[in-house]
């Protein structure tokens, strides 16, 4: 629905105030409300409503069909690069302190080639998600390709303790003490998203499989890098609790067997 309204906004809004092409340097939706701020700072009278701290930022109702509208061009100006001219009411209305947009005109640059978005994929790298909007720890904030209201986004939750296999070289099946109970979760060292077996599978209990030794795998961060260590922690399989158990692969809704890409 939002893709079928994208310009019909420019027909039925009367910009009380047109200003002069810029790009957008930040987007965030709070509720109901967009708010935007332009690269170039305001130079024409805001009204009186405005305060001081959000001097140049702008607001757009999304719960009607002209914000949904103006929110759809700006998300596209956002993944494009392209600048957008913003004309105001000249009031203050979704947030009494933020100067209300009355329309929001998209306008391209032939003459410049515009550098490439990072964009976020599935984990088969070919299955588009979305344009990056923003980053902020370990979430990633995307325009879908499929359209939505506001920004979606995709949380990478990372399994940090070890895990414990019956190969010297940490290889083939992997049991779990610690974490993975709740969710699937992103593990780093396997490349994929995986749970633990419930302990009720006895054939998936690690003390079941004897006099074996077991070595720990663990991530380890070297200056910000990302290292794999395997190592004997003096203790066989026999000597664990009924509660480790193996770690069973479960695919991530969004993103696929492993973690999703930014590209």
Not at 66 to 78: E, K, P
Not at 82 to 95: A, F, L, N
Not at 137 to 151: D, F, H, L, Q
Not at 198 to 213: A, E, F, M, S, W
Request: with cysteine; glycine share 6%; hydrophobic share 35%.
């Amino acid at each position: 629905m939002i893709k079928r309204l994208l310009f019909l906004f420019t027909m039925t809004s009367i910009p009380l105030m047109a200003f002069s092409a810029s790009s957008i340097k930040e987007l965030e939706v709070l509720g109901e409300t967009a708010i935007f701020t332009l690269s170039q700072p305001k130079v024409h009278q805001v009204p009186s409503c405005v305060s001081a701290e959000h001097h140049n930022k702008w607001a757009i109702n999304l719960s009607s069909l002209q914000g949904q509208a103006m929110y759809s061009l700006l998300v596209t100006a956002v993944s494009k690069e392209q600048p957008v001219k913003v004309s105001s009411t000249q009031r203050c209305e979704s947030i009494a302190t933020i100067e209300q947009a009355a329309g929001v005109a998209l306008h391209k640059k032939p003459t410049q080639a515009s550098s490439q978005v990072p964009a976020l994929y599935k984990s088969d790298g070919v299955t588009k998600l979305g344009n990056i909007i923003g980053q902020y720890r370990n979430e990633t904030y995307y325009a879908s390709e499929v359209g939505s209201k506001g920004p979606s986004i995709y949380i990478l939750y990372e399994h940090t303790t070890g895990l414990l296999f019956l190969d010297a070289q940490c290889r083939g099946e992997a049991y779990s003490e610690y974490g993975l109970q709740k969710r699937p979760i992103y593990i780093r060292n396997l490349d994929y998203y995986g749970a633990k077996s419930h302990p009720d599978n006895i054939d998936d209990r690690l003390n079941t499989k004897g006099q074996v030794k077991v070595y720990e795998s663990r991530v380890e961060y070297i200056d910000t890098v990302p290292e794999t260590t395997c190592r004997y922690k003096g203790f066989m399989a026999s000597m664990y609790s009924e509660s480790v158990t193996k770690v069973i692969r479960y695919p991530h809704p969004l993103c696929g067997e492993s973690a999703c890409i930014i590209k």
